[in-house]
């Protein structure tokens, strides 16, 4: 029977005999009652190959040069053969013979393989930047929307756990939860809103038990909870209650982060949420809980679908006098100032793509990460302003969405 002992680059002994079974030491890799031992590695030794002829022919043996061998040659001028240079590449018939410019700036160097252009990339978006949305109810099915084909509530107990399996499987590990409240739950308060025992706290508190390493985000705002469909509690003569309202919404982001929330974001737009939101979180010892605000949210006509979701629309007006005007471009950079000396984490523009031009003011003003919520699906955070758009064709887009809000 013959075999061959050699030594693998990672310094173990392998043996392979001729029937091409193969051992690792003296292990067979598959079941052999002959296996005894296990050679250790060895390093900085030639590599011995020896071959055995079981009907008694003499043994041969193969020794490699050591390093100093090795060593010895290429100082004496016999270095070891080498692929030779490529060619260099032809241009093609008829390109014309010219003087290389003098540049000492090449910027296509950086880019002339996809692995360079890889590691020079400034601006990456992976599933760990986004965050999934998921409309969630009390219903043991799910329910789909009407106005969102394609999208679902979610039973909170059977759908929501696996719709975060299949987000998790391709990478999406953060979930925020906007909930489809009982009408009968609902008040001109909001009181529901801290209900530690409401929707959404059980929802979090589910997901932290299957998933402990997951991401939770929440909403904060009193619109799925009012009786009016407001983002704050409402006067008998329309008007919308700042600071009664902020106060609802601190005990509201107190309950979701002794439930297990990771991020509270809250988008109602009352002013001086932040700061209030965060001494309610460090007085209740959540100090680990972070804000991502909707610094820059916009009146907007896209948000029809996502009321009728979660069946939240206004029972009377409209919500401009606490969201922005579409036309107002540099009123974004007095909410990110606030926002940032209130306490919070993370700055959002919504919707997103008509107002690149603003997720641009507030990156180049602004060290934090900023979110942008675009369309009804998915957010994405702490990437690079995406550009694309000319200023101008944002204000002419948002000038439209002005007619329809």
Not at 101 to 130: G, I, M, V, Y
Request: neutral net charge; contains cysteine; aromatic residues 8%.
């Amino acid at each position: 029977m013959a075999f061959t002992i050699s030594t693998t680059p990672s310094g173990t002994q392998t043996i392979k005999h001729s029937d091409f079974k193969t051992h690792i030491g003296l292990k067979l890799l598959n079941s052999h009652p002959r296996v005894i031992r296990t050679v250790k590695p060895v390093r900085a030794q030639p590599l011995l190959v020896t071959r055995a002829i079981a009907d008694g022919k003499p043994l041969t043996k193969e020794k490699r040069l050591s390093i100093d061998e090795c060593e010895a040659a290429v100082v004496a001028g016999n270095p070891p053969p080498a692929p030779p240079v490529p060619p260099k590449p032809r241009a093609p018939a008829g390109t014309p013979v010219v003087t290389q410019l003098p540049l000492t700036r090449r910027p296509r160097r950086n880019r002339k393989s996809p692995f360079l252009r890889a590691a020079f990339q400034e601006t990456t978006l992976s599933p760990a930047n986004f965050i999934l949305p998921l409309f969630i109810h009390e219903a043991e099915e799910d329910t789909p929307i009407g106005a969102m084909p394609g999208c679902y509530r979610l039973g909170w107990r059977h759908g929501l756990i696996e719709e975060v399996y299949k987000a998790r499987d391709v990478g999406v590990n953060s979930i925020v939860l906007f909930p489809k409240i009982p009408d009968a739950l609902k008040s001109a308060s909001g009181d529901e809103a801290y209900n530690e025992n409401g929707l959404v706290p059980r929802a979090i508190r589910l997901l932290k038990d299957k998933y402990p390493d997951i991401i939770i985000y929440t909403d904060v705002a009193l619109d799925p909870y009012s009786s009016d469909g407001h983002d704050g509690i409402v006067r008998e003569d329309g008007v919308i209650m700042n600071d009664e309202t902020v106060h609802q919404l601190s005990k509201q982001a107190v309950a979701q982060a002794r439930a297990g929330a990771d991020v509270v974001s809250p988008s109602d737009m009352m002013d001086g949420r932040v700061g209030a939101i965060r001494s309610a979180l460090d007085a209740e010892g959540f100090e680990h809980v972070s804000i991502m605000s909707y610094t820059a949210k916009y009146a907007s006509a896209f948000y029809g679908p996502f009321r009728d979701a979660l069946d939240s629309n206004p029972r009377f007006g409209d919500k401009k006098t606490y969201q922005m005007n579409p036309a107002n471009y540099r009123e974004a950079l007095i909410e990110t100032s606030e926002d940032e000396a209130e306490g919070a984490d993370i700055l959002m523009v919504k919707p997103a793509m008509p107002y690149l031009d603003v997720i641009r003011l507030l990156h180049d003003n602004s060290a934090l990460p900023i979110s942008a919520y675009q369309g009804l699906h998915l957010f994405f955070y702490g990437c690079s302003p995406l550009t694309g758009f000319l200023d101008l064709t944002c204000l002419t887009i948002r000038n439209w969405l002005t007619l329809l809000c």
